[in-house]
């Protein structure tokens, strides 16, 4: 049975055909994929998104560690083995980036994805020996590409790397916005403003106490996301189709995972158990659980900083954020926090992967898990978005963030909250009667007070000073500042 290939390339060119088990097919004449990758561009044409290009880099990679293993080790021939060698570093350094053609969304369990590598770079290497694409006797996609390899081995290694490769600027990210968030609490150290609990009127605080503890949730984010690369470092390699390593000799196994920690520089380790991680990807569940927290953390202060900036006359207004575009097509002059919008709905994108990658990697069934490239695509989609977007909401966000001193200082003067310093003093019923008669006649707490003669004039100065009331101890005591 003879097909062709409805998406591909070179239409109307020279064809060639190309014959797997299930037939044969034509390809384009000048492209460098073949049978397996045209049969899954008509099977998946899901997303319209190709595979990730972190995911294909570390495809190559591998490829080119087995290779030069199976070089050393005559499995391959060796001129073979150097055209591989070479056909990979043209990859990576940015060649026939086109030619990886299969959907993100793809069944198979990644099988596409690794055929389509092998079937690149099999055609590469053999135009670099002198012959034309789909002379595979020459360099054969499984045979020499693929060999001693499973699509469930080096498919879940291949995102390990792709994904440890994003998890370090996303960290330095959060660390960055970590110190941007420490700058704005030196910065208002001494601003005075209402704090709020359940989006009431609560105790006064620092604006700059605001931002530390968001520096704080930065600070445990940037942690958890730097720590959890030793937990991606254990690789299945050498495992092949179920983690019994059948088809790959064990001088192999040991030494391509030698020879992918020094191309790839990362401190890889051969698992002890290739079975487990092979059909096992709670890993990649428990990274993806860190993003979520880290988006959590994103969401919530983006959300804060819309709250204080909304307005500006009929809102809060405590906080103005930077003006980087117009906000209306119809509403002269109107500005929008659009960088907090747009932290705020890639942090929402980061949590909904995780919900996709929970149920995909318990999805997996026995020995391989079939939903991985759902998994590899909702990982990396969140590991760079989640980057760019932390970086760009630093940037053109929070480091231009200025605190309305008169807005906040008009808020605190009509709230009774400061009522709370009373009750260590006074009750807290006697406390609550002063708030409730201050928010009824528009007075101030002091002037309640005073009004009721319980406070002498010092005694409430010293007592309801707002600067004292926003540190530990009991205001108007000695030794306030212990507990």
């Not at 014959?19 to 008509?42: E, F, Q, W």
């Not at 990679?61 to 083995?81: D, M, R, S």
């Not at 428990?286 to 994103?298: H, I, M, Q, R």
């Not at 006697?430 to 009824?440: P, S, Y």
Request: glycine share 10%.
């Amino acid at each position: 049975m003879e097909q062709g290939s409805k998406n591909g390339a070179g239409h109307g060119e020279k064809n060639r055909r190309e014959s797997d088990s299930l037939g044969k097919m034509t390809i384009p004449a000048d492209v460098y994929y073949g049978i397996h990758t045209a049969r899954a561009m008509d099977n998946f044409p899901v997303s319209g998104r190709p595979v990730n290009r972190r995911l294909i880099a570390a495809l190559v990679l591998v490829k080119k560690a087995a290779a030069a293993v199976n070089g050393k080790l005559g499995l391959i021939p060796a001129e073979v083995a150097e055209a591989i060698l070479w056909a990979c570093d043209e990859i990576n350094a940015g060649e026939l980036q086109d030619q990886f053609t299969v959907d993100a969304l793809q069944g198979g369990a990644g099988t596409s994805t690794n055929m389509n590598v092998n079937e690149v770079v099999a055609n590469l290497a053999i135009e670099r020996l002198g012959g034309q694409k789909g002379d595979y006797g020459l360099v054969h996609p499984l045979n020499h590409v693929n060999c001693c390899q499973s699509t469930n081995d080096v498919y879940p290694t291949a995102l390990r790397i792709a994904a440890i490769r994003l998890l370090r600027p996303l960290s330095e990210a959060y660390a960055s916005l970590q110190e941007a968030l420490q700058e704005k609490e030196q910065e208002f150290a001494d601003t005075l403003k209402l704090g709020r609990t359940q989006l009431m009127d609560a105790l006064p605080m620092m604006a700059g106490q605001g931002f530390g503890a968001y520096a704080k949730a930065a600070a445990r984010d940037r942690w958890r996301l730097y720590k959890a690369e030793e937990r991606l470092r254990e690789i299945p390699l050498g495992g092949t189709a179920i983690g019994t390593g059948l088809g790959a000799p064990r001088a192999y196994s040991c030494q391509v995972v030698e020879m992918l920690r020094d191309l790839t520089g990362l401190g890889l380790a051969q698992s002890e158990y290739p079975m487990d991680p092979t059909q096992n990807w709670d890993i990649f569940v428990e990274v993806s659980g860190l993003l979520k927290a880290a988006a959590v953390t994103l969401l919530k202060i983006a959300g804060d900083l819309r709250l204080l900036a909304s307005g500006p006359a009929g809102g809060i207004g405590e906080y103005t954020l930077p003006a980087v575009q117009a906000g209306s097509s119809i509403m002269p002059g109107k500005v929008n926090p659009v960088m907090a919008e747009m932290a705020g709905l890639t942090a929402m994108r980061v949590i909904a992967n995780d919900a996709a990658i929970t149920m995909a990697a318990a999805g997996g069934q026995l020995e391989l898990n079939a939903f991985g490239p759902l998994i590899a695509d909702s990982l990396l989609d969140s590991l760079e978005i989640l980057q760019r977007a932390v970086e760009l909401f630093e940037r053109r966000c929070v480091r231009g963030i200025a605190v309305n001193e008169a807005v906040c200082r008009a808020h605190l003067q009509r709230s009774t909250v400061l009522a709370t310093a009373l009750v260590p003093h006074l009750g807290y019923e006697l406390a609550a009667e002063i708030a409730g008669a201050a928010a009824r006649e528009g007075q101030t707490v002091e002037q309640a007070a005073l009004e009721r003669g319980l406070l002498t004039a010092e005694q409430a100065a010293r007592i309801l000073n707002p600067l004292e009331v926003t540190k530990p101890g009991i205001p108007g005591k000695s030794g306030r500042n212990t507990r």
